[in-house]
């Protein structure tokens, strides 16, 4: 297979205001619920009411379905905003217009209208119900034909879920995943998920565990929705003179840019949205398909870079689902061992990501994840010995650069960084940091 190198810049700057505004919303952290969004959104005029909407929820693939749309619609000609969470490296990067992110005074200006809205006698906003209220906002006003909307955390309470009447909803895969706030079984997420459907309109549903889709089915059936079950596309021979892979789903032969054999469902899934739209009227030729898959970038997935001239594979993979993917990816790279520089968030199920990555023979080198909830790096190290005792070694590092540092020396290995996606945009941030003194 042949490597994508995606470039993206990480050279802005994290505007200070931004962060100040944000900062004081931190500590009401994650709490579902539609409650303080529709109240906060009703003093903002209701944006979200003024716009089509595509509404993307799923354990894993759906931000890159959702930059395939963005990129498709705005080959497309069309007016198109796409929000996303969380960043990689600064906060822009979750409210996107064709294709290019907010400016930061453009979000600071909105962060403070929305900021003035929230009255004093009313429950408090989460920091991530203000960044939803601003994009919102931003799309209204900018006057998007469609906005491309990435669910947060769930579906049913989560805060992007007050559209009504979506253009699609799509769900990617189902995995267990935030099972401590969305349920501890397949069906209990599976319900979580679904609650983004609405009656009568378009769903779009990728492959689901039996569990899952036995609830994802009763809610289509139950609100009458048109829907779309999606299977995998078919790699095919590229044409000549291509550099990039190519796919085809229901005739449809199209440019994959982004690694891993998962794209090839996530791919799917957005065609098969397209191809909804098309039915409803929206002018999506063939042509701007393929452009726009073309152009599709998704940073921190399956990314190839170098560090200290040694290849670097990066990937945010954070779930066992996600690291059976990496894993997958991997393997199809013939390789006799990986040097593995990680970090986790004390909140995921160390063990099965473990299970699904590490083999023998392979090194591993923890890390703590800055800034965040995180995982000891001695505690994983623990867990990881007993998932796979044949490791050629484990190493603990206080910081990822450390960690790094150590991991080149092993000049016969691959580097994969990844078990966070925190931990990618700390190091973007920290590289870009450098770069630019």
């Avoid at 005029?45 to 089509?52: E, K, M, V």
């Avoid at 390789?335 to 990680?342: F, G, P, R, T």
Wanted: glycine share 8%; charged share 20%.
């Amino acid at each position: 297979m042949l490597m994508l190198l995606i470039q993206y810049s990480f050279q802005r700057k994290k505007p200070v205001k931004i962060d100040t505004i944000l900062k004081k919303f931190e500590r009401f952290g994650v709490n579902l619920g539609l409650e303080r969004i529709s109240a906060l959104l009703n003093n903002l005029g209701n944006p979200q009411q003024q716009l089509n909407v595509i509404h993307v929820a799923g354990s894993n693939g759906k931000g890159s379905v959702c930059a395939y749309l963005s990129s498709i619609l705005t080959a497309s000609g069309y007016r198109t905003g796409r929000f996303i969470s969380p960043h990689l490296v600064d906060w822009t990067e979750r409210i996107y217009l064709n294709e290019q992110p907010i400016s930061p005074t453009a979000f600071e200006e909105l962060l403070e209208f929305v900021d003035a809205a929230i009255r004093s006698d009313r429950p408090t906003p989460t920091q991530f119900e203000v960044i939803t209220a601003a994009a919102w906002l931003y799309f209204a006003r900018e006057k998007v034909d469609v906005a491309v909307i990435e669910v947060g955390l769930g579906g049913r309470l989560d805060s992007t879920n007050v559209c009504d009447n979506p253009l699609v909803a799509i769900i990617t895969n189902i995995s267990r995943e935030h099972w401590q706030r969305l349920g501890p079984t397949l069906a209990d997420i599976a319900r979580e998920k679904a609650g983004i459907l609405k009656s009568g309109r378009p769903a779009v549903v990728g492959k689901l565990p039996p569990e899952a889709r036995e609830v994802v089915e009763k809610r289509i059936a139950s609100l009458g929705c048109p829907a779309v079950w999606v299977e995998p596309a078919s790699r095919i021979s590229s044409p000549p003179g291509q550099s990039l892979d190519f796919a085809s789903y229901r005739g449809l032969e199209y440019p994959l840019p982004l690694l891993g054999e998962m794209q090839l469902l996530n791919s799917a899934i957005a065609i098969a949205a397209i191809q909804v739209l098309q039915k409803q009227g929206w002018s999506i030729s063939t042509q701007a398909i393929q452009e726009g898959m073309a152009k599709t970038r998704w940073p921190g997935r399956l990314q190839r870079t170098t560090w200290q001239d040694r290849r670097l594979l990066i990937d945010g993979a954070h779930n066992p689902a996600a690291a059976g993917v990496l894993r997958q990816y991997i393997d199809s790279l013939n390789l006799k061992s990986v040097s593995w520089v990680m970090g986790m968030l004390s909140t995921k199920d160390h063990a099965d990501v473990f299970q699904e990555l590490l083999r023998g023979g392979d090194r591993l080198y923890l890390v703590p994840v800055p800034g965040h909830s995180s995982a000891i790096p001695e505690e994983l190290a623990t867990v990881a010995g007993a998932i796979c005792p044949n490791l050629e070694s484990t190493e603990t590092h206080p910081d990822l650069f450390a960690a790094l540092g150590s991991a080149v020396n092993h000049r016969e290995n691959l580097i994969v960084l990844c078990g966070s996606l925190y931990l990618i945009g700390h190091f973007f941030r920290t590289i870009s940091t450098t770069f630019d003194s």
